[in-house]
């Protein structure tokens, strides 16, 4: 299988894998095996994302699909979705939030435990390529296909 992102874990000895068989493996670094596939994407999984918090993790999909997994479980515990492709998850620092980007234009934070949408941005005029989050939280730096930069405040104080 073809890797897409890869991402440690800042609390476990566990590595999330997505790759372009629309699955993502969780491995234990410290035995170097598979511990879980996570399937439920329907397309590739373009990026991937731990909580520093919880025990879940993140999969973002080209299927426009974002799924919040329970690593105790290796279940779904909830389910969100952009308009299209999804290019990037990331969390917020000290939040239970987490920030996606989008073929669609757009950037949205999230509420791991709900799965709500609680704020989006706009401005971009093409793809969003990447995203950032500042180390305390309150922007959201973004790169796109339309050849701009932007920051967003978060709104965190």
Not at 64 to 79: G, Y
Request: glycine share 4%.
């Amino acid at each position: 299988c073809i890797s897409m992102s890869i991402k440690s874990s800042p609390t476990f000895p566990l590595l999330l894998t997505g790759s372009a068989d629309n699955t993502s493996a969780l491995i234990n670094l410290e035995t170097k095996k598979i511990v879980g596939k996570l399937s439920a994407h329907t397309a590739p999984v373009e990026t991937v994302a731990f909580s520093p918090s919880f025990p879940v993790a993140i999969t973002g999909s080209l299927d426009s699909k974002i799924h919040i997994w329970d690593l105790n479980t290796l279940q779904i515990r909830n389910s969100c979705a952009h308009n299209d492709a999804v290019i990037k998850v990331e969390y917020i620092p000290n939040q239970p939030l987490f920030v996606s980007c989008s073929v669609d234009c757009s950037v949205r934070v999230w509420d791991v435990r709900s799965a709500n949408c609680v704020a989006e941005f706009y401005g971009h005029r093409n793809t969003i390529l990447d995203l950032d989050v500042s180390a305390d939280g309150r922007a959201i730096i973004t790169g796109s296909d339309d050849k701009t930069c932007r920051i967003f405040a978060t709104g965190i104080a």
